[in-house]
């Protein structure tokens, strides 16, 4: 991991060092004991895809909506080293472990600038921001916060936990950067709040804040205000795509085929059959089943793969088997390959294959997310004035 001549980072997808061996083991305890858990797995929430149900459900109960960058899913650690000095780490979805160099990086009390915060963690994106002069600055957008100097906040509501970030951590964080403004050149990376609207701000979000990013975008997340931060696939968060844009990550197999050799191969000494590894392979797409058994995966389909697309892989001259692939259906209804996904160690589980293929075939578009805000937008309403009249009622 390099770093720029300021400190500031050169790669979201390897922020800093990444922790290997015994170093590795104890993060991963010393989290999970913060938290409480048992499992030493990533203890971030997973989104579900957003289905027509869902729609419904949000006139259930109270959902804020935001935007979901095109970034890199981190848990942000702040802790303190063996020294009593500050230390953090970008926590990715492979569960590794990486350790910001740059010492610059300070996130002070409330009343004291030269204090700062240990048993930490807050959950966001670290996303490219472009800036006018053409040059990129990385952002770490927070969207949640499960614990502050160990005091754990998952069973708070939703914006409780943001009401209790921003008070205890952002304002100081931005307090220091106003009294001292040329440490800003400095950090390694900056950090913002992901502004949330109530859910029916479907409008607000198409037109002022989705085309005023400065970083890609790839959809809308929908949280819900009332339950707790959940550790693995929550489904109350939920991750709304364009329909064209809902995607399933696969891990690639290609199976190359045997051809018998061409009378000019005979005539070259070439006489038995072998692997034509220049021809469009078979691209076979598989799923994840779990960790127990033989049958880790599942074959799901082929991916379509033009003889252009395929020079293109060769061309990569990197490893291409088992590589877990981004792939999406075209109006054929066939998959295609958009990237691949090194910040990812696994498939998609079948679980969340059956999820993307409800949106796929369920699909919810722009025009009917715009359709239903004000039936979510009154039922909000009409639970807000029932609260009201019941706290009047208790008085």
Same mark, same amino acid.
């Given at each position: ?14 922020p800093g060092?990444?922790?290997?061996g ?40 109270d ?7 095109d970034?890199i899913?981190y848990?942000?650690?702040l ?15 492979? @569960? ?11 996130? &002070? ?12 963690l807050?959950?966001?994106e ?33 914006? +409780?936990r943001?009401?209790?970030? +921003? ?9 220091l ?30 037109k ?17 205000? @009332?339950? &707790?931060y ?8 939920? +991750?709304w ?11 690639? +197999?290609l ?17 038995e059959p ?29 991916l ?23 792939c @999406? ?39 009917d ?27």
């Amino acid at each position: 991991m390099e770093q720029s001549p300021d400190g500031q980072i050169s790669s979201i997808d390897e922020p800093g060092v990444k922790a290997e061996g015994q170093l590795l083991y104890s993060m991963r305890k010393e989290v999970a004991e913060l938290l409480g858990r048992h499992q030493t797995g990533f203890p971030g929430a997973q989104p579900v895809s957003f289905a027509r149900t869902h729609l419904d459900e949000m006139t259930k109960q109270d959902y804020y909506v935001c935007e979901k960058s095109d970034g890199i899913r981190y848990l942000l650690y702040l802790t303190d080293d063996e020294a009593g000095g500050e230390a953090h780490y970008l926590i990715d979805r492979k @569960n590794d472990y990486w350790f910001i160099t740059n010492r610059n990086l300070h996130f &002070p009390l409330v009343n004291d600038l030269s204090a700062f915060h240990t048993a930490t963690l807050v959950d966001g994106e670290l996303v490219w921001d472009s800036l006018a002069n053409g040059k990129k600055q990385p952002r770490f957008l927070v969207f949640d916060c499960l614990v502050m100097d160990g005091n754990k906040l998952m069973d708070r509501t939703l914006d +409780k936990r943001l009401a209790y970030f +921003k008070e205890r951590l952002y304002t100081p964080y931005e307090k220091l950067f106003a009294e001292f403004p040329d440490e800003l050149q400095f950090q390694p990376f900056f950090v913002d709040m992901k502004p949330f609207q109530l859910g029916y701000g479907i409008e607000m979000m198409f037109k002022q804040v989705l085309p005023s990013l400065k970083h890609g975008n790839d959809g809308l997340i929908f949280t819900c205000r @009332n339950t &707790p931060y959940k550790h693995g696939t929550d489904p109350h968060i939920l +991750k709304w795509k364009p329909p064209e844009e809902n995607t399933i990550d696969f891990r690639l +197999k290609l199976i190359f085929p045997t051809v018998e050799p061409e009378e000019w191969e005979r005539r070259e000494g070439i006489t038995e059959p072998f692997v034509d590894y220049d021809s469009v392979p078979r691209a076979e797409l598989l799923i994840f089943q779990g960790d127990s058994g033989p049958n880790r995966y599942e074959a799901f389909s082929d991916l379509y793969l033009t003889e252009k697309e395929w020079e293109t892989l060769k061309g990569l001259n990197d490893p291409l088997n088992d590589r877990i692939i981004e792939c @999406n259906q075209d109006d054929q209804g066939r998959w295609r390959m958009l990237r691949f996904r090194d910040d990812k160690s696994e498939a998609n589980h079948r679980s969340t294959v059956t999820s993307v293929l409800e949106s796929i075939s369920d699909r919810v578009s722009e025009k009917d997310l715009y359709r239903a805000a004000g039936r979510i937008r009154d039922s909000w309403k009409a639970r807000q004035a029932r609260a009201d009249q019941e706290s009047r009622r208790g008085r």
